[in-house]
């Protein structure tokens, strides 16, 4: 999972994820103003691919027992 190195009170901040690329862990890293931007950098860099993400809200999610 994305993990912010550490707190930059509102500036870039770098980021490191372990992602799985054709069965091998590999650490990919990227920088932007929160996890989910520096993660899509990550991938960015990684992949080539030009991409944005659209929303990225958590939605609440409801327990049915």
Avoid: C, Y
């Avoid at 996890?35 to 990550?42: C, I, K, L, Q, S």
């Amino acid at each position: 999972f994305p993990k912010p190195l550490e707190d930059h009170h509102g500036r870039e901040q770098p980021l490191s994820a372990k992602v799985t690329v054709d069965g091998k862990m590999k650490t990919i890293k990227g920088q932007g103003n929160g996890p989910v931007d520096g993660f899509v950098d990550a991938i960015r860099k990684e992949s080539g691919l030009a991409f944005d993400v659209a929303d990225s809200a958590v939605q609440p999610q409801r327990w049915v027992a």
